[in-house]
């Protein structure tokens, strides 16, 4: 007896040799050249040969390359197929039937992997050209610990000794990713640590400081320039990691052309811009040819605005003002992210590439409160099955509203979104959703300095 | 580019139309008829007509159904292919670099569901026989909670609603399974509860009472009798939860021959033995028809030895005496299992045709402590990138010293397992074990009863 046809047509498969080979790198389609990193002291563009004391070579040579495809080496493969990646395309059609809407909901399955994330396609190609280039040990920081404990993993993997600066705060409240991290092997610091100079200035102060993102990389760039041996990594942001992303797109779009369907609109949430950039682009750049008009909505929480409050202009990447200036919508380097609890979307800026198809109105954007989107992933659990991250949670929200939108115009849109992580390390948030014990904040205050006019 | 040969070999995928339409139930090959449940009323077989009144009606016939193959109904095979299904099967061979062993390691990734575990796989078929039938509701107990949030997410999906009891202790101990339970909308109460008679009179007594599986099976069982629309769920121990897990077994035994390889080896955790026997039945058919010589090795905490330990005789399935006689290796239906992180195994029975394969020698049996066990389980993860649950760990610990027992020998057996569950809800014990805090536990006192002679 065969399965059914309706039945394949929900859950779409790729096989193992049918996995891309190569990551897309949008930089060349982009629809205006991609604006320089500068450096703050003399605000020239920043010269790369500066940028290999903290990444590995290739990873330099990746973020400012012009190639539209870079392979992906064996090695890489060889992991990603073990996560195991081709991850399925599935429809959700008891969340469409429970809606009652006319449109179509897609999502892709990255919480598949070990880590919970899609974090791992990066994290692994990451750990590969530092393990390629005699790295013994790499560097990071980690704010939820999504990032942190795919490095730790990817590191394990390829024989990488691993130290992970961890906001304090979380590393109290959150210990299940700290143990996550110790059980791959990695070293991890509550941050600030009396490990660097940066963290003793402040730990010296306040032995309990909570720290912050900014103040663990600044920690984590500080380690890495002590040694010769050891290399930075970065989980989202940087071109190279919205590059190594594109696996998720590429997929998605071999698995819709196999059911002959295109998506009309793609949302995504956003932290730094890898997850959704990484399902995107490769649908995007379809839209930069003239080809399709797919709407791409971006989806952040309305206390971390990044792009539908802030402001586009160059800042840094760092609160510590180590990093170089990039151009971003940004709410200010020092912006003190309220407490919610999508540890992975407070981040200050974004990605460039996506701040740029923002601003030229490629994409847009749009925020929500913690409580409707956690009632959104209430309602994806109690249909689909799963239960997401609250990251995720943010563009199943849009997804429902779109779908639901739908409804009222009769319009049969196809909806997809990358089902990025999922929310079993994250279930205090849900026991305080369904017991109305969590907040709605209202961002802070947001304070942009002009460096560039 | 192609993916190379070598790469894809290591992951052995199955298209969603491949997979097996039917469940095999071992009962008409079992090499003696299988002992009948009795009614410890009269000693008696029980008569099918009152299990009635607590399975569903489907559930009944499979249980005693001598038919070698069950035909999966469609819309079970579609909540498969939705967990996802088919599930990959992964060859390890970075942990067989790291031993340096001859002998290849396969593993089956049933933890890939959303709820962590192979749960669903039964959670899914005994929640659609009910809704099929027009039960309201389904009510269940749990230990530490892998089957109750595989019964609550496959009641969200067939629209029933659903009672869980839980182990106190775990209850208070462990909150994140209850709160996914919750968050698929069922109803969780700590047991003993003050909802049945019978956790009333232990609560009186004691309002803080740890609870035991055995009493909240006597709670659950109790609950379901005062109402005619609803019915009882079983995660593990029963023929018909046996007959569904045997999905994994046969995507396993396709994806094997795909490579041109038989297991020398199959070994599993035993808890009630579903998650062993779903695995292992589909090879068993071929060593009962003479065909093979697959060593099948069972594996349990030295803590709870039901087989290495246990007596082979009547006993009841639970503490408070309600359920049938059922003749298994059993440490007696009042056995006080001791705290060990394995919540999954500490069950004082196992599954009548595991135990009867066992007796006869068709199945052999191993016991660990924990610390030894986790041992193992770090290995794996440093090696694989997978924290696996403890439960599996148990069959990862005789996976690694089977290996190195072929390094010793120059064997290159082949040597498979189910990957049953991840490990990011005992993260805890993780931690206890990396800062050494681990007790072993020696079994506590073995009273078997005797029923019959």
């Known amino acids: 007896m065969k399965v059914s046809e309706s039945v394949k047509e929900h859950t779409v498969f790729l096989n193992p040799d049918e996995i891309p080979t190569s990551w897309y790198n949008i930089l060349p389609d982009l629809p205006a050249p991609p604006d320089p990193y500068l450096d703050p002291g003399d605000m020239k563009p920043v010269n790369p040969q500066k940028m290999l004391r903290l990444f590995a070579q290739e990873l330099v040579m990746q973020e400012i390359s012009t190639e539209r495809y870079i392979k992906i080496p064996d090695e890489v ?74 490095l730790a993993m990817s590191s394990a993997l390829f024989g990488l000794k691993c130290r992970v600066y961890m906001v304090r705060i979380s590393y109290k409240q959150k210990p299940g990713r700290r143990v996550m991290m110790e059980t791959y092997g990695a070293e991890v610091l509550p941050s600030p640590s009396n490990n660097t100079k940066f963290g003793r200035s402040l730990v010296e102060k306040d032995p309990e400081h909570h720290g912050s993102l900014g103040i663990a990389i600044t920690e984590a760039v500080e380690d890495t320039l002590t040694d010769e041996k050891t290399r930075y990594c970065l989980g989202s942001v940087l071109n190279h990691v919205l590059t190594h992303q594109s696996i998720v797109g590429l ?18 949430c956003i932290g730094g811009g890898s997850n959704f950039a990484g399902f995107a682009y490769p649908f995007m750049t379809d839209k930069l040819k003239g080809k399709t008009n797919t709407d791409f909505v971006a989806c952040e929480p309305r206390a971390v605005p990044s792009t539908t409050k802030g402001i586009y202009t160059y800042d840094f990447g760092d609160s510590g003002e180590m990093t170089p200036l990039v151009r971003m919508y ?87 979104f990358n089902m990025c992580g999922h929310g079993l390390l994250d279930l205090q948030a849900y026991d305080d959703f369904l017991n109305h014990k969590l907040q709605d904040w209202e961002p802070t205050e947001i304070n942009v300095p002009t460096y560039v006019k």
Chains 1, 2 share one sequence.
């Open 251 to 268: 997929e998605a779009k071999k698995q819709f052309e196999m059911i002959d369907v295109y998506p009309d609109v793609i949302c995504g």
């Open 77 to 150: 493969l060889d992991a990603y197929l073990r996560l195991p990646r081709p991850t399925p395309l599935v429809r959700a059609k008891r969340l469409e039937a429970f809606l009652k809407t006319p449109a179509q909901i897609y999502y892709k399955c990255e919480y598949l992997s070990p880590a919970g994330s899609h974090k791992p396609n990066t994290a692994i190609a990451q750990a590969y050209y530092n393990m390629k280039q005699g790295t013994e040990r790499v560097v990071t920081e980690t704010g939820a610990g999504q990032w942190g404990s795919s």
């Open 330 to 416: 940004t709410l200010g380097h020092k912006y003190a992210a309220p407490p919610i609890h999508s540890g992975g979307l407070r981040y200050h800026g974004k990605a460039p590439s996506l701040c740029l198809l923002i601003n030229k109105g490629y994409m847009r954007s749009v925020a929500y409160h913690q409580n409707e989107v956690f009632e959104a992933a209430k309602t994806l659990a109690q249909t689909e099955g799963l239960i997401t991250a609250p990251e995720t949670a943010h563009n199943v929200k849009y997804a429902i509203d779109e779908a639901l939108r739908c409804k009222q115009t009769g319009e049969k849109k196809v909806i997809a």
